[in-house]
Protein backbone atom coordinates (compact mmCIF):
# COMPACT_ATOMS: atom_id res chain seq x y z
CA UNK A 1 0.00 0.00 0.00
CA UNK A 2 1.28 3.26 -1.02
CA UNK A 3 1.38 5.98 1.50
CA UNK A 4 1.25 10.10 1.50
CA UNK A 5 4.28 11.53 1.79
CA UNK A 6 5.91 12.71 5.46
CA UNK A 7 5.69 16.52 4.44
CA UNK A 8 1.46 15.63 3.35
CA UNK A 9 1.10 13.67 6.06
CA UNK A 10 2.55 16.53 8.70
CA UNK A 11 0.72 19.56 6.94
CA UNK A 12 -2.61 17.54 7.03
CA UNK A 13 -2.30 16.94 11.18
CA UNK A 14 -1.09 20.15 11.72
CA UNK A 15 -3.84 21.95 9.87
CA UNK A 16 -6.34 19.62 11.73
CA UNK A 17 -5.06 20.64 14.91
CA UNK A 18 -4.79 24.77 13.83
CA UNK A 19 -8.28 24.43 12.15
CA UNK A 20 -9.83 22.71 15.59
CA UNK A 21 -8.15 25.25 17.57
CA UNK A 22 -9.30 28.27 15.95
CA UNK A 23 -12.91 26.50 15.65
CA UNK A 24 -13.10 25.79 19.54
CA UNK A 25 -11.26 29.41 20.37
CA UNK A 26 -13.98 31.26 18.04
CA UNK A 27 -16.92 29.28 19.99
CA UNK A 28 -15.38 30.86 23.12
CA UNK A 29 -14.88 34.09 22.37
CA UNK A 30 -17.55 35.00 21.06
CA UNK A 31 -19.67 33.59 24.24
CA UNK A 32 -17.13 35.86 26.20
CA UNK A 33 -19.79 39.10 27.38
CA UNK A 34 -18.56 42.62 26.31
CA UNK A 35 -15.22 43.36 25.92
CA UNK A 36 -12.67 42.48 27.87
CA UNK A 37 -8.57 41.74 27.33
CA UNK A 38 -9.47 38.18 27.07
CA UNK A 39 -12.15 38.05 24.73
CA UNK A 40 -9.50 40.66 22.87
CA UNK A 41 -6.68 38.40 23.36
CA UNK A 42 -8.29 35.29 21.79
CA UNK A 43 -10.01 37.56 19.03
CA UNK A 44 -5.99 37.93 17.92
CA UNK A 45 -5.40 34.15 18.22
CA UNK A 46 -8.27 33.14 16.20
CA UNK A 47 -6.61 35.59 13.62
CA UNK A 48 -3.20 34.30 14.20
CA UNK A 49 -4.36 30.58 13.84
CA UNK A 50 -6.84 31.83 10.84
CA UNK A 51 -3.75 33.34 8.39
CA UNK A 52 -1.32 30.16 9.56
CA UNK A 53 -4.27 27.80 8.18
CA UNK A 54 -4.39 29.66 5.45
CA UNK A 55 -0.73 29.38 4.46
CA UNK A 56 -0.03 25.94 5.33
CA UNK A 57 -3.04 25.57 2.74
CA UNK A 58 -0.95 27.79 -0.04
CA UNK A 59 1.79 25.23 1.21
CA UNK A 60 -0.67 21.77 0.91
CA UNK A 61 -1.77 23.10 -2.41
CA UNK A 62 1.62 23.55 -4.07
CA UNK A 63 3.05 20.51 -2.49
CA UNK A 64 -0.06 18.11 -3.79
CA UNK A 65 0.03 20.10 -7.61
CA UNK A 66 3.93 18.34 -7.17
CA UNK A 67 2.70 15.05 -5.44
CA UNK A 68 0.07 12.96 -6.29
CA UNK A 69 -1.83 11.13 -3.68
CA UNK A 70 -1.87 7.29 -3.13
CA UNK A 71 -4.89 5.57 -4.71
CA UNK A 72 -7.55 4.51 -2.71
CA UNK A 73 -8.18 0.87 -2.22
CA UNK A 74 -8.86 -1.51 -4.93
CA UNK A 75 -11.79 -2.60 -3.00
CA UNK A 76 -13.67 0.81 -2.69
CA UNK A 77 -16.30 1.28 -5.04
CA UNK A 78 -16.33 3.73 -7.52
CA UNK A 79 -18.95 6.39 -5.89
CA UNK A 80 -16.85 6.32 -2.97
CA UNK A 81 -14.27 7.34 -4.50
CA UNK A 82 -16.12 9.99 -6.57
CA UNK A 83 -17.66 10.72 -2.98
CA UNK A 84 -14.52 11.55 -1.55
CA UNK A 85 -13.34 13.72 -4.50
CA UNK A 86 -16.16 15.96 -3.58
CA UNK A 87 -15.36 16.23 -0.19
CA UNK A 88 -11.59 16.59 -0.36
CA UNK A 89 -12.28 19.44 -3.22
CA UNK A 90 -15.06 21.00 -0.56
CA UNK A 91 -12.51 21.00 2.12
CA UNK A 92 -9.76 22.75 0.27
CA UNK A 93 -12.33 25.42 -0.93
CA UNK A 94 -13.43 25.76 3.00
CA UNK A 95 -10.11 25.98 4.00
CA UNK A 96 -8.79 28.64 1.96
CA UNK A 97 -12.67 30.24 2.35
CA UNK A 98 -12.81 30.21 5.63
CA UNK A 99 -9.41 32.30 6.41
CA UNK A 100 -10.44 35.19 3.84
CA UNK A 101 -13.99 35.04 4.49
CA UNK A 102 -12.58 35.86 8.28
CA UNK A 103 -9.98 38.26 7.19
CA UNK A 104 -12.52 40.15 5.14
CA UNK A 105 -15.31 40.38 7.79
CA UNK A 106 -12.45 41.89 10.08
CA UNK A 107 -11.52 44.47 7.79
CA UNK A 108 -15.04 45.71 6.99
CA UNK A 109 -15.43 45.64 10.88
CA UNK A 110 -12.43 48.25 10.54
CA UNK A 111 -10.09 46.03 12.61
CA UNK A 112 -6.79 45.69 10.50
CA UNK A 113 -5.12 42.05 11.00
CA UNK A 114 -1.59 42.54 12.62
CA UNK A 115 -0.22 38.58 12.37
CA UNK A 116 0.94 37.46 15.49
CA UNK A 117 0.96 40.96 16.69
CA UNK A 118 3.92 41.97 14.61
CA UNK A 119 3.25 42.17 10.70
CA UNK A 120 0.30 43.62 9.64
CA UNK A 121 -1.60 42.60 6.56
CA UNK A 122 -2.67 44.79 3.83
CA UNK A 123 -5.64 46.30 4.19
CA UNK A 124 -7.46 45.18 1.09
CA UNK A 125 -11.06 46.87 1.56
CA UNK A 126 -12.40 49.89 3.33
CA UNK A 127 -14.68 49.48 6.98
CA UNK A 128 -18.14 48.75 5.83
CA UNK A 129 -21.13 48.36 8.38
CA UNK A 130 -22.90 46.63 6.24
CA UNK A 131 -20.68 44.39 4.71
CA UNK A 132 -19.35 43.44 7.83
CA UNK A 133 -22.69 42.13 8.72
CA UNK A 134 -22.51 39.83 5.68
CA UNK A 135 -19.43 38.89 5.98
CA UNK A 136 -20.00 37.86 9.16
CA UNK A 137 -22.85 35.39 8.43
CA UNK A 138 -20.63 34.24 5.52
CA UNK A 139 -17.82 33.08 7.88
CA UNK A 140 -20.38 31.74 10.12
CA UNK A 141 -21.72 29.50 7.35
CA UNK A 142 -18.53 28.31 5.77
CA UNK A 143 -17.08 27.18 9.38
CA UNK A 144 -20.21 25.01 9.72
CA UNK A 145 -20.15 23.60 6.10
CA UNK A 146 -16.31 23.03 7.26
CA UNK A 147 -17.74 21.40 10.24
CA UNK A 148 -20.01 19.13 8.46
CA UNK A 149 -17.95 18.00 5.74
CA UNK A 150 -15.12 17.60 8.31
CA UNK A 151 -17.60 15.11 10.47
CA UNK A 152 -18.72 13.31 7.03
CA UNK A 153 -14.64 12.54 6.42
CA UNK A 154 -14.08 11.49 10.45
CA UNK A 155 -16.98 9.03 9.57
CA UNK A 156 -15.42 7.92 6.30
CA UNK A 157 -12.47 7.28 7.91
CA UNK A 158 -13.89 5.59 10.67
CA UNK A 159 -16.02 2.95 8.56
CA UNK A 160 -13.14 2.52 6.10
CA UNK A 161 -10.94 1.79 9.39
CA UNK A 162 -13.65 -1.03 11.03
CA UNK A 163 -15.76 -1.83 8.87
CA UNK A 164 -14.08 -2.52 5.29
CA UNK A 165 -10.42 -2.82 7.45
CA UNK A 166 -8.99 -1.67 3.74
CA UNK A 167 -5.96 0.15 5.29
CA UNK A 168 -7.25 3.62 4.05
CA UNK A 169 -6.25 5.51 7.41
CA UNK A 170 -2.47 3.92 7.47
CA UNK A 171 -1.84 6.15 4.10
CA UNK A 172 -2.43 9.17 6.57
CA UNK A 173 -0.73 8.11 9.51
CA UNK A 174 2.98 8.99 10.16
Not at 67 to 94: C, D, F, N, R, T
Request: proline share 7%; net charge positive; with cysteine.
Amino acid sequence: MRRYTLTAITLHWLMAILIIAAFLLGLTMVDIPGLTPTKLRYFSWHKWLGVTVFGLACLRILWRMTHAAPPYAESMPGWQKKASHISHALMYVLIFAVPLSGYFYSLAAGVPVMYLGVLPLPVLIPPDQELKLVLKQVHYAFNVVLLGVFFLHILAVLKHQFIDRDRTLQRMLP
